[in-house]
């Protein structure tokens, strides 16, 4: 009796065991979808409107957020990083995110990116929800501003020399001056900070009097701080994109409800008065626009021939990095000062 009671015993425990292991697979299986995000770059109203069973969880940085869409799994159905940060992804890490309908409803220039700049008729990838332009912003220098019409070539003014703060990518200084060496050389000589993030800090203490910074980041601060003011060069400048891709583990359809919210009143009016702009029609925008101050208004709505003149960073190849390294080495203040000797 006692042999067939350890017996029954067992075969208890074991299936016990089984079903406990197949509720255990149910349970993955159940996951939440999750939408990873880096801090700071997903609209604070927008994420706290993600509707259940979906959760928003933020990272410290975009590489985080790349590393974990490698890993696939855990849940992961969303990912929201920068074309840049995006295209670092292996195309067959994501899978189409579904949103015809939405992308219909966007201007042109979306297309090429939501492809993650593949050939046309490439499966879309991503989903660009926001675009923003690099612009130049001045504090206390309504002289500089009276000559607006100059552009980018208002960072080689003699009077800003060691005072601006550029970006930290080689690639966008680069772009500001049209690759031109010699611009490039005195731009370089210009520059106090590479640091667009941390480096905001001395144009708001009075170190720097010039940035060279992204749109949506310059909104907020010209709300609040009146000894700012902004440009977008009318030969245009460099733009990034804000976007949303799935995971190829990624089960959960995307939420196109949500997706759709950005496009249309009430939260458009909210994240343009926060920088973020979508890439629609600009007479659907402008309503919006022109609710808001006009000196914003310029720089969230720019005129049409200079957004025209405005271009995306598609991924480089081998060959055009090394010539844009050579450029860059070629033209540190140190390099022209070694020439000259």
């Excluded at 219909?104 to 008729?121: C, D």
């Excluded at 905001?200 to 203490?205: G, I, P, R």
């Excluded at 626009?289 to 003149?309: C, E, Y």
Aim: positive net charge.
């Amino acid at each position: 009796m006692r042999r067939r009671l350890v017996l029954r015993l067992g075969a208890g425990v074991a299936l016990g065991g089984a079903f406990g292991g197949l509720g255990l697979l149910a349970g993955c299986s159940r996951q939440v979808p999750q939408l990873l995000s880096s801090r700071g770059e997903l609209p604070l109203r927008w994420g706290a409107a993600l509707p259940k069973p979906w959760s928003l969880r933020s990272l410290d940085s975009p590489a985080e957020v790349v590393a974990a869409g490698r890993r696939q799994g855990g849940g992961v159905s969303l990912l929201q990083l920068s074309d840049g940060w995006a295209t670092e992804l292996d195309r067959a890490s994501l899978q189409p995110i579904g949103t015809p309908a939405l992308l219909n409803r966007l201007v042109p220039m979306a297309r090429s990116v939501s492809r993650l700049y593949a050939p046309e008729g490439s499966p879309v990838l991503a989903f660009p929800w926001a675009w923003s332009p690099w612009v130049l912003v001045l504090r206390n220098r309504s002289d500089l501003l009276e000559r607006a019409e100059e552009g980018w070539d208002l960072l080689l003014d003699p009077s800003l020399r060691g005072r601006v703060v550029l970006p930290s990518s080689p690639r966008l200084v680069i772009e500001l001056i049209d690759h031109d060496p010699q611009r490039l050389r005195r731009l370089r000589a210009q520059a106090l900070a590479y640091d667009e993030r941390d480096g905001l800090n001395l144009l708001l203490a009075g170190e720097a009097e010039a940035a060279v910074l992204p749109r949506q980041r310059v909104i907020p601060l010209l709300r609040r701080d009146s000894r700012l003011r902004a440009l977008l060069p009318e030969q245009g400048a460099p733009i990034g994109w804000n976007l949303l891709l799935r995971p190829a583990a990624a089960a959960a359809e995307p939420p196109l409800d949500w997706l759709a919210e950005p496009l249309q009143a009430p939260l458009l009016d909210n994240l343009l008065a926060a920088g973020w702009v979508p890439p629609l029609p600009p007479e659907q925008l402008d309503p919006a626009v022109r609710r808001l101050p006009d000196a914003l208004g310029a720089l969230l709505l720019p005129p049409a021939a200079v957004v025209a003149r405005c271009r995306s960073l598609p991924p480089l190849s081998s060959a055009e990095r090394d010539a844009l390294q050579q450029l860059w080495d070629q033209a540190a203040p140190e390099a022209a000062a070694a020439a000259g000797a």
